[in-house]
């Protein structure tokens, strides 16, 4: 098994770090990637949905990034301790209908020894936006460096 540095137990600054890489694959859209980032056995909880196990991670994935188009996302870690990150998120996407979307919620990770995540619990909610509101510009892929985060986009 490979390990996926920063490891536990994590400080603020390797805290920040796991997020923002978990944002940026994220933001890559390859589920297979993703998947990667996770247990083979990972216990998830997104919105109503309960799935074990990276091929279940990455069948969700794949679906997911099939909906919503023009995925643009920005974590920002709320809270740490031991193995554990708290996250809130929003992301930006459109429908294939063309109305836009921000979601916004929060992630509690638990991570093993090898810094893959184990769980993941992720509570969200939809709020349709006008074009003309969108705060997520860059092109496909992660957010470059130096563009505003939740707290400085007042989200």
Known sequence: MTARPPLPPFTADTAAVKA????????????????????ED??????????????AIRAFLER???LELDYRLIKEVWAFAG???AVR?????????GSW???????????????L????????NDLPIAASDRKFHWPAGPRPDGHPGLTDLGL
């Open 42 to 55: 990972s216990e998830w909880r997104n919105r109503s949905e309960f799935l074990v196990g990276r091929d």
């Open 83 to 85: 193995s554990r990150i």
């Open 20 to 39: 923002r890489r978990a944002e940026d694959a994220w933001n890559g859209r390859d589920p297979a990637a993703v998947a990667l980032a996770y247990t």
């Open 64 to 66: 997911k990034w099939a």
């Open 117 to 124: 995540m184990r769980r993941r619990i992720a509570s969200i």
């Open 89 to 97: 998120f929003a992301y930006e996407w459109r429908d294939d209908a």
């Open 101 to 115: 979307f921000r979601s916004y919620g929060n992630e509690n990770w638990d991570f093993d020894a090898q810094g």
